[in-house]
């Protein structure tokens, strides 16, 4: 799916036409207007968007680069810009001023910074999290491609901005991506890019965030960027990135996505085991041992996963270089190869230090740590790399992916109810296969998809990087309330909760469209 970031002066074509959700939209955004004019002492031109995303269902196999299935929701990232006269802002050469605040202005206090020209890295101190440090990940990337189009003498503009976002930080909705592709697009667009190509957003934006300290995958940035209204995103990243919307069937009863909050903050990055970019290096020296064993040693190729090689690429190579003669069988075949490999290859069920990976792959470990465990930190509890365990959940959740695919494209179309009991199971699998052999879930989330289930739903399961933030249930539309209740009854009774919070334990999520620019007139 190609294209341009679209333009709009509607809220209506960006919010679910439900009036409450157009005027609740209408207040914020008059609020953010105000904010900005008290601030700036003018109305600001533009205001670029981003919402976030729930996963439905490919959960960490994005950086194995296999295909995902996410969807963007209503609640957004909104940064309002203008480009202040360089009288008012030069210090009389060529370097800008970027001023930027946040509406919340107790929670998220405001930050200057000036770039001069000349520089040609943006400073992101990653020991220290300013929430601004994900606006200088999308103006770092932004810089990159306008230099690219206009060469290295291109004079950006300053810029002020404030910001209001309404995705919880944190809580699995991936409130990071939405922030960096919105900086990055209000970036482009301050700087005279009047027709912003989405892909290439996306693209920038899933290697900017990797400035900001997690060796994330793609899934964010294209649910964010690339989704339409009413559709789930099917997302690919080989050959290139590409992108295309999936309906839901229509059932009765209807199909509705749930979406309960745990409240735990997911302390995914900032802490040892540094949990995320552990599991990255886990997926990643699995790629490397099952290509060492299963594709005659000849090295992994290159490709845009976060640390150079995947499985992705090691499932490539055995079904087209090593083995050609298995070229044409099923994707679904070729998954079901891909595990027994895996079963017979890493059978270490205690997992691998990295002497024994080093051992494996006649590689001094002094070269393992330089290229896997140098950039950013991932110390794995004992010492042991869970190779196996992570290597079969990738192969068996892009199985289930493919598998919910096929149901929804069923031609003809479904429209016999049982296929919500067919996807809600493979939800639950994908969420068993999360908890056990990628051990992303945690004591709250394995309850609320617990009581979720028990309640009616057809299946349950975290979303997003999991340790905490979201869960996702897939409900026939005449057990919404049932399900609410329970969750309320067993879960939020329990827990301390700000007003705040309270409003958004639990919602219902329509897919909505993805990254736009709004004129301010
Ligand atoms: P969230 O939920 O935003 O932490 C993370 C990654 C995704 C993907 C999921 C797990 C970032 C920015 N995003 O999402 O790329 O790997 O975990 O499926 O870290
Ligand atoms: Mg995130």
């Given at each position: 799916m190609s294209g341009i970031v679209p333009t709009t002066t509607t809220l209506a074509d960006v919010y679910p036409a439900d009036a409450d959700e157009v005027a609740f939209q209408q207040q914020r955004w008059t609020k953010l207007v105000d904010t900005f004019a008290a601030t700036h002492g003018h109305k600001p031109t533009f205001v670029s968007r981003s919402p976030g995303r729930v996963n439905i269902i490919g959960e960490h196999i994005d950086y194995s680069l296999f295909s995902v299935l996410p969807m963007a929701i209503a609640a957004d990232v909104l940064l309002a810009v203008s480009t202040p006269s360089p009288s008012s802002s030069s210090s009389g050469d060529d370097s800008f001023k970027i001023t930027i605040s946040n509406?919340?202005?107790?929670?998220?206090?405001?930050?200057?910074?000036?770039?001069?020209?000349?520089?040609?890295?943006?400073?992101?101190?990653?020991?220290?999290?300013?929430?601004?440090n994900y606006f200088k990940a999308g103006l770092k990337g932004a810089m990159g491609l306008l230099r690219q189009k206009h060469g290295d003498e291109f004079r950006f503009k300053s810029m002020n901005v404030v910001m209001d976002g309404n995705v919880p930080p944190g809580g699995g909705l991936s409130s990071s991506a939405a922030f960096v592709t919105a900086s990055a697009l209000a970036v482009l667009v301050a700087n005279g890019?009047?027709?912003?190509d989405k892909v290439k957003l996306t693209e920038l934006a899933i290697v900017s965030e990797r400035e900001v300290g997690v060796n994330s995958g793609g899934m964010d940035q294209s649910a964010s960027v690339l989704s339409e209204r009413d559709a789930a995103l099917f997302v690919s990243f080989t050959p290139s990135l590409s992108a295309r919307?999936?309906?839901?069937p229509q059932t009765t009863p209807e199909l509705v996505f749930l979406i309960a909050q745990t409240f735990v903050r997911s302390a995914?990055?900032?802490?040892?085991?540094?949990?995320?970019?552990?599991?990255?290096?886990?997926?990643?020296?699995?790629a490397a041992i099952l290509n060492a064993d299963c594709n005659n040693s000849s090295p992994l190729p290159r490709d845009s996963s976060p640390l150079g090689i995947s499985l992705h690429g090691f499932f490539d190579s055995?079904?087209?270089?090593?083995?050609?003669?298995?070229?044409?069988?099923?994707?679904?075949?070729k998954f079901t190869k891909a595990i027994s490999l895996t079963e017979e290859s890493?059978?270490?069920?205690?997992?691998?230090?990295?002497?024994?990976?080093?051992?494996?792959?006649?590689?001094?470990?002094?070269?393992?740590?330089?290229?896997?465990?140098t950039k950013f930190p991932a110390k794995p509890p004992q010492n042991l790399f869970l190779l196996r365990q992570r290597a079969l959940h990738v192969f068996r959740e892009s199985l289930r992916v493919l598998r919910f695919m096929h149901l929804l494209e069923q031609n003809p179309p479904s429209s016999s109810s049982d296929i919500g009991p067919s996807l809600g199971r493979l939800l639950t699998d994908s969420q068993s296969s999360c908890r056990d052999d990628f051990d992303c879930?945690?004591?709250?989330?394995?309850?609320l998809v617990d009581i979720g289930r028990r309640a009616g739903a057809y299946g349950s399961r975290l979303t997003g990087a999991g340790w905490g933030g979201c869960t996702i249930h897939l409900v026939p539309a005449d057990r919404v309330e049932q399900v609410k209740k329970a969750f309320d009854d067993e879960y939020y009774s329990k827990i301390e909760m700000s007003e705040e919070e309270r409003a958004s334990r639990v919602v219902v999520t329509k897919p909505g469209?993805?990254?736009?620019?709004?004129?301010?007139?």
């Amino acid at each position: 799916m190609s294209g341009i970031v679209p333009t709009t002066t509607t809220l209506a074509d960006v919010y679910p036409a439900d009036a409450d959700e157009v005027a609740f939209q209408q207040q914020r955004w008059t609020k953010l207007v105000d904010t900005f004019a008290a601030t700036h002492g003018h109305k600001p031109t533009f205001v670029s968007r981003s919402p976030g995303r729930v996963n439905i269902i490919g959960e960490h196999i994005d950086y194995s680069l296999f295909s995902v299935l996410p969807m963007a929701i209503a609640a957004d990232v909104l940064l309002a810009v203008s480009t202040p006269s360089p009288s008012s802002s030069s210090s009389g050469d060529d370097s800008f001023k970027i001023t930027i605040s946040n509406v919340q202005t107790d929670k998220f206090p405001g930050a200057e910074f000036t770039v001069s020209p000349s520089a040609t890295e943006i400073e992101i101190d990653r020991s220290h999290h300013h929430w601004s440090n994900y606006f200088k990940a999308g103006l770092k990337g932004a810089m990159g491609l306008l230099r690219q189009k206009h060469g290295d003498e291109f004079r950006f503009k300053s810029m002020n901005v404030v910001m209001d976002g309404n995705v919880p930080p944190g809580g699995g909705l991936s409130s990071s991506a939405a922030f960096v592709t919105a900086s990055a697009l209000a970036v482009l667009v301050a700087n005279g890019e009047t027709e912003v190509d989405k892909v290439k957003l996306t693209e920038l934006a899933i290697v900017s965030e990797r400035e900001v300290g997690v060796n994330s995958g793609g899934m964010d940035q294209s649910a964010s960027v690339l989704s339409e209204r009413d559709a789930a995103l099917f997302v690919s990243f080989t050959p290139s990135l590409s992108a295309r919307p999936v309906r839901f069937p229509q059932t009765t009863p209807e199909l509705v996505f749930l979406i309960a909050q745990t409240f735990v903050r997911s302390a995914k990055f900032d802490t040892a085991p540094y949990r995320y970019n552990l599991r990255v290096v886990e997926c990643t020296l699995a790629a490397a041992i099952l290509n060492a064993d299963c594709n005659n040693s000849s090295p992994l190729p290159r490709d845009s996963s976060p640390l150079g090689i995947s499985l992705h690429g090691f499932f490539d190579s055995y079904f087209t270089t090593t083995n050609p003669s298995l070229s044409n069988l099923t994707l679904q075949e070729k998954f079901t190869k891909a595990i027994s490999l895996t079963e017979e290859s890493l059978t270490q069920e205690k997992g691998y230090t990295l002497d024994e990976i080093a051992t494996h792959l006649h590689l001094p470990v002094s070269d393992l740590q330089k290229t896997y465990l140098t950039k950013f930190p991932a110390k794995p509890p004992q010492n042991l790399f869970l190779l196996r365990q992570r290597a079969l959940h990738v192969f068996r959740e892009s199985l289930r992916v493919l598998r919910f695919m096929h149901l929804l494209e069923q031609n003809p179309p479904s429209s016999s109810s049982d296929i919500g009991p067919s996807l809600g199971r493979l939800l639950t699998d994908s969420q068993s296969s999360c908890r056990d052999d990628f051990d992303c879930s945690c004591a709250e989330i394995d309850s609320l998809v617990d009581i979720g289930r028990r309640a009616g739903a057809y299946g349950s399961r975290l979303t997003g990087a999991g340790w905490g933030g979201c869960t996702i249930h897939l409900v026939p539309a005449d057990r919404v309330e049932q399900v609410k209740k329970a969750f309320d009854d067993e879960y939020y009774s329990k827990i301390e909760m700000s007003e705040e919070e309270r409003a958004s334990r639990v919602v219902v999520t329509k897919p909505g469209p993805g990254s736009c620019v709004f004129w301010v007139s």
